[in-house]
């Protein structure tokens, strides 16, 4: 098994933030179909990857250009990239017992990713829900776990307050008002898309955080994140794949839908 192996691996195509989480800390936060005993019995360690800053959509247009087959026949063409980057790497852990997990809209098990990176170090819950990362700030994708049946050092903990003493621009850039006593609120944000086509292709609040502004997302990764039908169709041009030949319309988000929570903990 050689972690360090993988984590570079990995990290070389965009998955650059890895951190260590502590197997029995997480089955104090989640249900029991979400414990690791149900999910891989005798785990000792869940290994968290993340992608900071531009470096996996970078790596995912190399990719589709060079086999633009994987976007025609791909719903979710970063989603899949993320799955064979770490099929490709997965035989550097050996035959220690491991399951892999993916934070992407059709996984076959929906697990709490936030509460998972929080664990492994990379980043503390910022006013906007998403975790801040200490390099990347709030440009941070949350993308893989594997649970491990072997010991692996654990990550330190990160800031757990990293808004603490901000002015919160992000509240003041947030042209839906969608903030309740200085933290996002679903629902704002959800009713006033809903009713604007303000926020189409961007989050202001997010882009106005002061924190890495060096490594905030290019106008067509953020397009593909928040309008994923105009997003794919700048993909394709991107890629060079006609629009005769993609089998996929971009989808979602659809931002009616925010308010049906899924269950990420498996409560009883």
């Known amino acids: 098994m050689d972690v360090p192996a993988l984590t570079r691996t990995l990290a070389a195509a965009g998955l650059n933030a890895a951190g260590v989480a502590d197997a029995a800390r997480w089955d104090t ?20 990857f993340g992608s900071g800053g531009g470096g996996l959509w970078e790596a995912l247009l190399a990719d589709l250009r060079r086999h633009p087959e994987h976007l025609a026949g791909e719903a979710h063409p970063l989603d899949a990239f993320v799955r064979r980057t770490v099929a490709a790497a997965d035989p550097l852990l050996g035959d220690v017992p491991r399951r892999w997990f993916f934070a992407a809209a059709d996984a076959e098990l929906h ?32 993308r893989a776990a594997c649970f491990l049946a072997a010991p ?3 990550s330190p903990a990160a800031h757990a307050e990293p808004c603490a003493g901000c002015p919160a621009p992000c ?13 996002w609120s679903v629902d704002r944000c959800s ?3 809903a009713e604007s086509t303000a926020c189409e292709a961007s989050c202001s609040a997010r882009s106005a955080c002061p924190k ?4 905030r997302y290019g106008p067509d990764e953020l397009q593909y994140h928040y309008d994923r039908k105009h997003g794919r169709e700048r993909l394709r041009a991107l890629v060079g794949l006609a629009e005769a030949q993609d089998g996929f319309e971009g989808v979602g988000p659809h931002w009616n839908e925010w308010r049906r929570k899924v269950n990420v903990h498996g409560g009883a």
Do not use: Y
């Open 29 to 48: 936060l989640v249900g029991p179909p979400r414990k690791t005993e149900a999910l891989l019995a005798g785990t000792q360690a869940i290994l968290v």
């Open 111 to 142: 697990l709490d990713f936030r509460a998972l990176a929080d664990l492994a170090g990379l980043g503390g819950k910022s006013r906007m829900g998403l975790l801040l990362h200490p390099e990347f700030g709030l440009w941070l994708g949350l």
């Open 152 to 154: 692996v050092p654990f």
């Open 171 to 183: 509240v003041a850039a947030c042209p839906g008002s969608a903030f309740v006593n200085g933290q």
């Open 191 to 193: 009713a006033f898309h």
């Open 212 to 215: 890495a502004p060096e490594h």
